[in-house]
């Protein structure tokens, strides 16, 4: 229930005031309650507004078309086509992703597959906020680079992917639909993606077709689809026969007025907010350069028509936008016209909002706001832009939040609801909601704002004790409940006859009342050297609730057996700790002794248990893995790690002595001191300026010391004088953009003999079961005779790819390129993978 209303804050807000006036000498305490309540002298004659959002408030009104572009990942959509009809044609854009893009590279942290997916899914948003449009998912699962739909479609299940699309198109109703992504070359995904939508428009449209999604919303015809036109692309022609194609093209260089800014910097400052996928530009001069583009404009943007529905009126030539020519129903086009100022658009009196504010509330007062039967979701577009645009005019604002940040089962939160009036009339507040939980709580509030106050309303509600956790939000990417539970107010309001209404939203984690957030290390791997010891891993908690919190933290298995008591807790109110839990639970299967329990692995489950209950209130599971890897006796390892702590965590499983290196390090430091070096993924794009120390590795190898470097993508490692990068391996080494994404593809020993597949392990076709994702990327097209290839792998039907594993001697020293996915593979726990990765970092140390 409302715990207060309007008064009770006027009257606080009063008191600063007072206190402000009376330091000044100008107040009359004296004054009544009402009195205190008006707005100060001298009244302004008009309010200030945010040009920006009225000039998009008011172009959004004259626009009542929807246009979707469909994309495969999170940074595939054409973010400058969507920016241009947002921001200057007041388009109602949104963007449909076939995956979250979780199977990608991280290029600023550690996260990967679903974590990764959650980050992808907050930087599409913010990218989409810049954008103007609104981001949705079919949460299709990205397994990964693929080099063919065929590969797509198997994952995905292809009339699933289409019915997803299907129930997007029809629930969105786009006019028209427009995609990056034509139906062959390039990624398997993007190919797939090019392939649904062209079904998905007809789909869509059919009522025979996924007729169960009929009880949720209408078949639906969009108008037309458009395939973007790259150099040299190929793709679907359009239907018509003997007609030229049909070709629109889009200026990214226009200025956009309202902004100061050109459309195009606007769509790059949206890119950089995919933060996960960069490096990008961080200016238009950089990014016209690195396109090598001389002009100072960036080519047009263009478009092949290839769909068109036989009632569309036709494309006109040279049209200038995908949705010339289209024209609604008279008497409906009538019902969603915008006002007008002698005869001419709101947004050219931006220097006068008191007149547009005049004009909106005078077209507001007289017209209908009756749902018609016709094109009803159109209409309701457009309502909310006419909500939208009067809020903005008349300068009110709607907020909510909440005093808890989590909300946790069963205890009760308090949110706060704030309507601003700083205009110059009185608004009537018809009606005050909280939607939440299923349900609209009606609250009491002021039946009148007057100029220039605010009121608070504060609400009281319990989280459900049968609520839904949705964390760790990697846990629910595929289930939609990773963005948290949403809560809605919404608030029906009068100004001078004119009604309209504003909502906004909030969402919320639901949690436990403590929450496991994370242990490290996870997978946690045994070796011969380590196994006699105790587990030892890190737990971070929080205790999300608004009092201390004592129980204990518990470890047993899948089967609810307790192993250890663990340690007791004890944590202070919305407090988060590190603790560090040692345990001898052994939850493995070493009957067969070490040797023959290579992949050999099991669970631990930890749980946080109150103490006065053995029913856990919160837990989380840990695999345990034990790899039969030996490494060289005495090893003292330096590593460079790129965005994760991988190399740490392996090297730690090893019980080798290793240390992270900085770049100051490998400059002036005493590289003598360590036998092996291991430069991590990427390694000279995440920290570019150990390219100019290169020269000291490449001396360590020659004194005599083993230098390991895992992957990097070609433009990141082939000599480039415009980088100012010259060949960084001691022997000539190029890189290529060749992929095996075929995780189990066979590898062929190519020489089996070699000292690096028998010491201190034996290598074996069984070290590489198991894998997951890809066998590795970016392979070297040319390498230097002094290399010798030890591997051979192929996806299917391709031609061996044979530089997977390239390793040299160089004077002393000996020096590995490695383009295979070690990293991910040791991430996850593969024994193999560990069991090779300990025979490159002895190779030649006893």
């Given at each position: ?279 990008w530009p961080k200016s238009m001069a950089e990014l016209l350069r690195a396109r090598r ?364 002595d290793a240390r992270e290196l900085s770049v100051a390090d490998i400059q002036k430091g ?26 000291r590795l490449l001396e360590f190898v020659n004194a005599g010391g083993t230098l390991l ?138």
């Open positions: 229930m409302a715990k207060n209303n309007w008064r009770r804050p006027l009257a606080s807000i009063f008191v600063v005031f007072a206190l402000a006036f009376a330091l000044a000498g100008g107040l009359d305490t004296s004054r009544s309650a009402r009195a205190q309540e008006v707005s100060p002298s001298p009244t302004p004659t008009t309010q200030a507004v945010n040009k920006a959002e009225l000039h998009q408030a008011l172009l959004d009104l004259t626009n009542p078309w929807t246009v979707m572009c469909v994309a495969a990942h999170p940074d595939d959509e054409d973010g400058t086509t969507l920016t241009v009809l947002r921001r200057k044609n007041g388009v109602h854009t949104v963007s449909l992703f076939s995956t979250y893009g979780e199977g990608g590279q991280n290029a600023v942290g550690p996260e990967l597959y679903e974590e990764l997916g959650v980050i992808r899914v907050q930087e599409t948003m913010k990218a989409a906020q810049i954008q103007g449009s609104e981001p949705y998912f079919l949460g299709l699962k990205d397994f990964g680079f693929s080099k063919s739909a065929a590969e797509a479609f198997k994952v995905w299940g292809h009339d699933e992917a289409l019915r997803r699309m299907v129930l997007k198109i029809r629930e969105l109703r786009p006019d028209v639909i427009i995609t990056n992504h034509d139906t062959t070359g390039g990624h398997g995904h993007h190919q797939a993606t090019g392939r649904l939508i062209i079904e998905a428009f007809d789909a869509a449209a059919d009522p025979k077709r996924f007729p169960e999604q009929l009880n949720q919303f209408k078949p639906w015809r969009a108008q037309r689809l458009f395939v973007r036109v790259f150099r040299g692309a190929t793709g679907p022609k359009p239907d018509s026969q003997g007609e030229p194609e049909k070709i629109i093209s889009i200026d990214p260089n226009e200025v956009d007025p309202a902004r100061g800014t050109s459309f195009a910097e606007q769509a790059l400052a949206a890119l950089q907010q995919h933060a996960t996928q960069g490096p583009i001389e002009a100072g404009k960036l080519p047009l943007i263009r478009y092949r028509l290839v769909r068109e529905d036989a009632g569309a009126p036709r494309l006109p030539e040279n049209a200038a936008t995908p949705l010339a020519g289209l024209e609604l129903p008279e008497t409906f086009a009538a019902k969603v016209a915008a006002p007008k100022i002698d005869g001419r658009p709101l947004a050219d009196f931006l220097d006068r909002p008191d007149r547009v504010l005049a004009a909106l509330i005078d077209w507001r007062a007289s017209v209908s706001v009756e749902l018609p039967a016709e094109d009803p979701d159109r209409f309701r577009l457009f309502e909310s832009r006419a909500n939208r645009a009067l809020a903005i005019a008349a300068g009110i604002s709607l907020t909510l939040d909440s005093r808890a940040a989590v909300l946790v089962p069963g205890v009760n939160t308090t949110f706060s609801i704030n309507i601003v009036n700083p205009g110059l009339s009185n608004v009537h507040v018809d009606e005050l909601r909280l939607d939440s939980w299923g349900e609209s709580v009606h609250l009491e509030t002021a039946d009148e704002l007057l100029p220039d106050t605010e009121t608070i309303v504060a609400v009281d509600r319990t989280t459900p004790k049968n609520a839904t956790l949705t964390v760790p939000k990697e846990g629910h990417l595929y289930d939609d409940l990773f963005p948290g539970q949403r809560f809605e107010a919404v608030a029906k309001l009068e100004i001078d006859g004119a009604k309209f209404s504003v909502s906004t939203g909030i969402t919320r984690d639901i949690a436990p009342a403590v929450e496991i957030k994370n242990i490290s290390p996870s997978p946690y791997v045994w070796t011969p050297a380590t196994f006699n010891q105790p587990l030892s891993f890190r737990v971070t908690l929080t205790n999300n609730l608004d009092q201390s919190f004592g129980g204990n933290l518990t470890i047993g298995n899948s089967q609810s057996h307790v192993f250890e008591a663990g340690r007791k807790l004890s944590l202070a109110p919305m407090e988060t700790r590190e603790v560090i839990l040692k345990s001898n639970a052994v939850p493995l299967d070493m009957s067969l002794g070490r040797r023959r329990a290579r992949s050999n692995s099991g669970l631990l489950v930890l749980s946080v248990e109150p103490q006065d209950s053995r029913r856990p209130i919160a837990q989380r599971s840990l695999r345990v893995v034990y790899a039969d890897a030996r490494v060289a006796r005495g090893l003292r390892v330096g590593f460079v790690p790129s965005f994760d702590q991988t190399l740490q965590k392996s090297l730690a499983a090893f019980g080798v005493h590289l003598s001191a360590y036998h092996t070096i291991i430069i991590d993924n990427r390694g000279y794009e995440a920290r570019p300026e150990l390219i100019a120390a290169n020269a470097v895992f992957y990097h993508k070609s433009n990141e490692w082939n000599p480039d004088a415009n980088k100012n990068r010259s060949q960084l391996a001691p022997y000539g080494i190029v890189l290529g953009d060749e992929r095996v994404t075929d995780e189990t593809a066979p590898v062929k020993f190519l020489l089996p003999r070699h000292p690096l597949l028998n010491v201190p392990n034996r290598i074996t076709q069984a070290d590489f079961a198991n894998w997951i994702q890809e066998r590795g990327l970016y392979y070297p097209k040319e390498w230097d005779p002094h290399y010798s290839a030890l591997f051979s792998t192929n996806d299917p039907g391709e031609a061996p790819l044979n530089g997977g594993l390239l390793v040299a001697q160089y004077d002393k020293g000996i020096y590995i390129y490695t383009s295979m996915v070690w990293y991910r593979e040791l991430r996850a726990g593969v024994p193999g993978a560990y069991r090779m990765f300990a025979n490159m970092i002895s190779y030649r140390h006893r």
